[in-house]
């Protein structure tokens, strides 16, 4: 046999091979090298989606967290101003109470000396009489002298 004719023949049947594979094997490998590339490229975006979504939420939450910090701050700064009026406001009833306390207690105070002049008054009225009966030799009548008593009771 001739190298050039065997030559001739395996170069038909490569030419042939590559028609064969270009027509009917390259064309699925093709698609399926595509749908790879695009399913890569889909994924790729949606990662970067996803880093960017989480980016947004890491901002939202840092954001949230900085208003629930102010919010809870400033409920704390009313409810120390409202414990102070609360305490302010006990102050003020206290010290009402206390002049409540101190005005009836003088007023009580006041009454009990007017009755204990009242009492002396009468004491010493009876000691007086008591006396003069003595220094007279004769017993005085109250009834009878009553206008004298009432004044040298309101004498002394």
């Not at 007279?136 to 004298?148: C, F, M, Q, S, T």
């Amino acid at each position: 046999m001739n190298i050039n004719a065997t030559l001739f023949g395996q170069t038909i049947m490569f030419a042939m091979f590559v028609w064969f594979c270009m027509k009917f094997v390259w064309p699925p490998i093709m698609a399926a090298l595509e749908a790879r590339r695009k399913q890569i490229a889909d994924g790729l975006a949606a990662a970067e989606r996803g880093k960017h979504d989480l980016d947004l939420a890491a901002r939202r939450s840092a954001e949230l967290l900085r208003e629930a910090k102010e919010k809870v701050a400033e409920i704390i700064a009313l409810g120390d101003k409202r414990a102070s009026e609360i305490v302010e406001e006990a102050k003020v009833k206290a010290e009402v109470e206390a002049g409540n306390i101190k005005a009836r207690a003088n007023t009580e105070i006041e009454q009990e000396v007017f009755r204990a002049k009242e009492q002396l008054r009468t004491q010493v009225s009876a000691v007086a009489l008591a006396g003069a009966g003595k220094i007279l030799g004769r017993e005085i009548d109250a009834k009878a002298h009553n206008d004298l008593l009432e004044k040298l009771v309101a004498e002394i």
